[in-house]
């Protein structure tokens, strides 16, 4: 059964930083894109992030494009979330997933296998 496994998450004053992490069991894992999503209470799922298999493409929303920096170290089976000049409204639950995806990485339907969460709040 795969797992990916988030943390990171926490309480943080706006314009601070968080480092969100996700460990995989994929065996495969340098094969895989991955993603961080979020979802605030009582809005959908939004993509945050995505990096591909190899790190040399990444992509970001234009809500935190030059605030985050999405990596990977598929030696340690792990992607990283750098989160900086956080916001109020980044608050949400943040999703690790993984997929094999070429385009669209937006779409919550094509990414495979998803974490449980990390909840991160930013304070004002």
């Known amino acids: 059964q795969v797992q990916l496994v988030e943390s990171g998450g926490g309480l943080v004053q706006a314009g601070g930083s968080l480092r969100l992490s996700c460990v995989s069991s994929l065996h495969t894992f340098s094969n895989y894109a991955m993603a961080w999503f979020r979802q605030a209470p009582g809005k959908e799922r939004e993509f945050v992030a995505a990096?591909?298999?190899?790190?040399?493409?990444?992509y970001y929303a234009d809500s935190v494009k030059g605030r985050f920096t999405i990596s990977r170290d598929n030696a340690k089976y792990t992607v990283h979330l750098q989160m900086n000049s956080l916001k109020p409204e980044d608050t949400a639950v943040y999703y690790c997933?993984?997929?094999?995806?070429?385009?669209?990485?937006?779409?919550?339907?094509?990414?495979?296998?998803w974490g449980q969460g990390t909840q991160v709040a930013v304070s004002s």
């Open positions: 990096i591909s298999w190899s790190g040399g493409n990444t």
């Open positions: 997933a993984a997929g094999t995806v070429y385009s669209r990485h937006y779409d919550v339907k094509r990414w495979a296998y």
